[in-house]
């Protein structure tokens, strides 16, 4: 990111605070209230991207899922059964990098009937 | 959340200071700590009724009568009384020690009629309007005449109503009646309210009635999901019916030569095709076709497949067609986790043994989403780290900080002690799941419950509405904060113990929800009169 900025030196600001009372006289000893006619040249250091990979669509709505996380999960969970499972090759690292537990419940049916 | 324990100095840090973010409830409920329920009356003088339960937003006090033809509703107030003396605990008048020093009485309906009782365990509370469901039933017969469509096996009540009332005024809204039916009422088991939806499980017809509040009171009839699962199936089936009886009268015609040959082949079939029998149900259906595609996609391999359905499926089949629907609940608005069982254990409760399964309903587009065993790891997964979304209550903000073990890590603590004390996880995985689907509304919501807040002993006491078995020591709420001090006790007996130690007594516990109130009646199982004490803060 590129920064931009002026040389930093004491710069009177607008005092919005007015003359509030404080612990230590000496403290906000460099701070001078703005003179109207003379408004604060400062301006705030300000960053820009240098790139636009992070840019999202320009046609992006954000809205909130209507599903809770309970029935996404039974639904997440459906799919992943519901694609026919691949040779071992293909599956070095799980598609969400966490455990399945695949082995346990197909056998689960057939238990107790 | 607070740096200091003394109630003083927590108000004057609730001045200056909010709440961690989303904290604002839990920190509030941080002063449910200093205020306790520590002073009881014993044995008040009350009317002889049954209370049943406080609304959760605290408003109301549901009872009925000991005749179970009537409702009760009070108001839960405070006590109130001027005293002269100069003690800075003054001492309470006589009439602290009655019922009506604390409730008043808004009104008494009449809601079942000669032969009804009113199911004193069923009350569902519709927190938006202030409405409240009950139930008033004919009595059970147990081996009833088998009729069409009924599942047999399951008794059948000749006429239950549900009786929507005003709880403000007492007035009756609406009613819904079912004749010759069955539906478990007991603890609001076969109920269901989600927002302005009711499901009511027939177990006998094996449908699930969907039925919506409206604002005005009125129970309107949405859909109604087993035979047919969308509204228009019923059309479907009934036009395509007239055209398949035509055609069978036409070769029944002639087939008659044959049909003693047929009789002997297919001993299962009947001499007359119905159309009705022939199809499964629509829910039936729906089901055999997600297991069937389920285990299809499993195997990559043809051969494989066919081999895995013989084994899994087809085996199974018979199984698989006579399941019938155990308990419905919502899981959001479209979506229902239905648990299905054999017919033996539908009604019973102790059906904890028996195989049972799961099976996750998407009402709109009728499709089976997920289907697991009750001894299913995946959905004990699931059960343990979202169990909050199964005991969904909507919209309703009281409800929402009920302690589960999905939100308090001591609960969660306790959990995962049992299923390491557990000898097979299989068996602890099933036990859990029996609590699956849960009742509506069996929860109480009072913060005394809140296990960040106390610590007690489940067994003796819990936000759970059952009824317990007293005993005669008193319950013991301990802080969770350090010091661990003893915060306050719940005696249920009379204040000197009881003189006859043999008699079993069994207590309930009504808490206020938001008030430092508590109710608790013990009753010995055979007497009627119980004892009614009432906790509070003095």
Redesign the interface.
């Known amino acids: 990111a590129k920064k931009t900025t002026r040389n930093s030196i004491a710069i009177p600001m607008a005092s919005i605070l007015g003359d509030l009372p404080s612990f230590d006289p000496h403290n906000f000893s460099q701070h001078r209230p703005s003179d109207p006619s003379n408004p604060s040249k400062m301006v705030p250091t300000t960053y820009h991207p240098t790139h636009n990979r992070t840019l999202p669509p320009p046609d992006q709505v954000i809205t909130t899922e209507v ?5 996404r ?3 997440q ?2 799919e992943e ?6 040779p071992a090759s293909e599956h070095l690292v799980g598609e969400h990098g966490k455990k399945h ?1 695949r082995a ?3 056998s ?6 | 959340m607070f740096s200091s324990g003394n109630v003083t100095a927590r108000v004057f840090e609730r001045q200056i200071r909010t709440a961690p973010r989303g904290a604002t409830v839990n920190r509030a409920r941080n002063f449910y700590e200093n205020l306790v329920p520590s002073f009881t009356l014993y044995d008040v003088e009350c009317p002889d009724h049954c209370f049943r339960k406080f609304t959760e937003d605290g408003l109301f006090l549901i009872s009925f009568s000991r005749n179970h033809q009537e409702l009760i509703v009070y108001r839960p107030s405070w006590l109130t009384y001027t005293s002269d003396s100069d003690d800075t605990v003054p001492p309470l008048p006589r009439r602290a020690s009655r019922f009506d020093s604390f409730f008043t009485q808004l009104y008494s309906v009449n809601l079942a009629s000669a032969n009804e009782l009113i199911c004193k365990d069923f009350f569902l509370y519709f927190h938006t309007h202030r409405f409240g469901l009950f139930a008033a039933s004919t009595a059970q017969i147990h081996d009833s005449a088998p009729s069409p469509g009924a599942v047999p096996g399951v008794p059948s009540i000749d006429k239950i109503t549900f009786i929507l009332l005003r709880l403000d005024d007492g007035v009756i809204l609406d009613e819904r009646v079912f004749l010759h039916d069955f539906v478990n009422l007991a603890y609001n088991m076969g109920v269901f309210l989600y927002d302005d939806l009711l499901a009511i499980l027939s177990l006998r017809y094996q449908k699930i009635h969907l039925l919506q509040i409206r604002d005005s009171g009125h129970l309107v009839d949405a859909r109604a999901i087993g035979y047919f699962c969308r509204e228009d199936d019923e059309l479907f089936l009934n036009s395509n019916s007239q055209a398949m009886m035509t055609q069978d009268k036409n070769k029944q015609q002639s087939l008659s030569g044959n049909r003693e040959d047929d009789a002997e082949n297919n001993g299962l079939h009947h001499s007359q095709p119905n159309p009705e029998n022939s199809f499964l149900s629509g829910i039936k259906q729906r089901l055999l076709s997600f ?1 069937f ?3 299809w ?4 391999d043809n051969t494989l497949r066919v081999q895995s359905l013989k ?2 499926f087809y085996f ?1 089949f018979q ?1 698989y067609v006579d399941l019938i629907i155990w308990k419905v609940q919502f ?2 608005r479209h ?1 229902l986790l239905i648990k299905f069982g054999s017919v033996d254990g539908g009604v019973g409760r102790n059906a904890d043994h028996l ?1 049972a399964f799961f099976a ?1 309903y998407n009402m709109e587009t009728t499709d089976i ?2 289907f ?2 009750n ?4 959905l004990y ?2 059960f343990e780290q ?1 169990s909050d ?2 005991t ?1 209550s909507s919209s309703s903000p009281f409800m929402n900080f009920v302690t589960s073990h999905s939100n308090s890590v001591h609960a969660l603590e306790q959990l995962k002690y049992m299923k390491n004390k557990a000898n097979s996880f ?1 068996q602890f995985v099933k036990k859990m799941l029996v609590s699956l689907p849960f009742s509506c509304q069996s929860q109480s919501p009072s913060p005394y419950f809140d296990q960040s807040l106390f610590r007690f002993d489940e067994k003796l006491i819990s936000a759970a509405d059952r009824h317990r078995q007293s005993s005669d020591n008193p319950i013991k709420f301990i802080s969770r904060r350090q010091p661990q001090t003893l915060k306050f006790k719940i005696k249920p007996g009379p204040e000197c113990g009881s003189a006859d130690g043999r008699s079993k007594k069994i207590c309930s516990f009504l808490f206020h929800p938001h008030l430092p109130l508590a109710i608790s009646i013990q009753q010995t199982l055979f007497m009627p009169p119980s004892v009614v004490n009432i906790h509070f803060r003095r």
Do not use: M
């Open positions: 599903k809770n996380i309970l029935i999960s039974f639904y969970r459906a059964k519901l694609r026919p499972k691949r537990f346990a419940s197909s689960s049916y057939t238990q107790g009937l | 297991i595609r389920e285990i996609n499993e195997e990559s084994k899994k199974h199984d899981l959001d979506h195989s996750v989403v997920a697991y065993q001894s299913a790891e995946d997964q699931l979202f979304h199964f969904v299989s």
